[in-house]
């Protein structure tokens, strides 16, 4: 993967601010240049490097339990939505503005992701 495979991601709808993967420990970043209160990206870097696979470590144990799994992780920022998703070697994290159908979204990338090169660990059933 590199960079431009990553912007496809930005394709997908106009609300999406920012698209990250985490593969083995590369991290590669994009964001849209026109967004409102960019995060710092050396900060977004070890959110990528740390804080998402803390966050996937100790969720993905829950639902491996007795859940089913873990599709994918939403959280709620001052700025923005963001959603993680966990893929066979690590994880795709997603800003996407507040103004946006964030469910609509975070639906139709878990739909097209695996088109795009990006293969979730836990697809969705049903």
């Given amino acids: 993967m590199n960079n431009t495979d ?3 991601v930005l394709d997908v709808d106009p609300a999406i601010r920012y698209a990250a993967t985490n593969r083995s420990g590369r991290v ?26 803390a966050l996937i470590c100790l969720a993905e144990s829950r639902g491996n ?4 799994g873990l599709s994918h992780i939403i959280i709620r ?24 159908d964030f469910p609509r979204i975070v639906a139709s990338l878990l739909e097209t992701l ?3 090169g990006f293969v979730p660990r836990y697809p969705l059933k049903g």
């Fill in 28 to 53: 590669e970043m994009v964001e849209r240049q026109d967004i409102s209160s960019p995060s710092d990206s050396g900060s977004d870097r070890y959110e990528e490097l740390f804080v998402n696979p």
């Fill in 77 to 100: 920022y001052g700025n923005f939505w963001q959603a993680i998703i966990p893929l066979d070697e690590g994880h795709i994290s997603i800003a996407i503005e507040l103004h946006a």
């Fill in 114 to 116: 695996p088109s795009l």
């Fill in 65 to 68: 339990l007795d859940c089913g």
């Fill in 6 to 8: 990553l912007r496809r």
